[in-house]
């Protein structure tokens, strides 16, 4: 598989983008309306998602480096390089 | 996904220092990718414990899970996303700690179920990043 098409491929899959951090919001806020949660839980709750986006991006920064230095793997190991 | 096709075309049109900092980074560790899926596992089993007098030994566990991971992560040179990672979801788990251990508040079964809930998926998207690091 040439690098293009490993990259296409791996663009599909991102595992990340599953996590709806939106829905998640609406969810609480709904527990929240009807007293199911409390002012103090739902006001973690909120502050929970902002750090569970930050993790969300940090993930994203992880992956993309993980796949550049597996493509800069393959592609030495392809040219029969020896650091 | 744009973002991401971004940041991969701006490590490949990097140059010199900047690109061999970019590709210098910490490779697959076995025992850190354990420690991630403890958290994830340990999150699983204490939403379990919900409503229960059980709940507090459920969550002192998850706490020192995450602690571990985060304290493993920081010893590992050039780790900077997964250190990110572990010390946000440190601080996600410890409003739980400080509700069911320190403060020992009343805690409702909707935040109980909704924290681990929260928990367990941060801890998925960690475990599936650090186990894709390159080998």
Sequence with gaps: ?83 | MKKLLVLFAMVMSMSGCAAIDYFDMARFDNNEYLLAVNVRTQANLGARKCGTPEANHEVSMLWSDALKLKNYAESIENNEETVTMSTELLEIVRGLDQRYNIDKKEVSMSYCTSKFGLIEKNATIITNVVGKKPR
């Excluded at chain 1, 490993?6 to 829905?23: F, I, Q, R, Y």
């Excluded at chain 1, 480096?65 to 040219?79: G, H, Q, V, Y």
């Design chain 1, 1 to 83: 598989m040439d690098a293009m098409n490993e990259l296409k491929e791996w663009v599909g899959n991102n595992n990340t983008e599953l996590a709806d951090w939106a829905a998640e919001a609406e969810a609480y806020t709904n527990d929240f309306k009807s007293g199911a949660l409390s002012e103090d839980e739902y006001k973690e709750l909120m502050e929970d998602l902002k750090r569970s986006e930050k993790i969300s991006q940090a993930a994203d920064d992880l992956a993309v480096r993980s796949k550049a230095n597996e493509m800069l793997d393959n592609i030495i190991i392809a040219a029969g390089c020896v650091l």
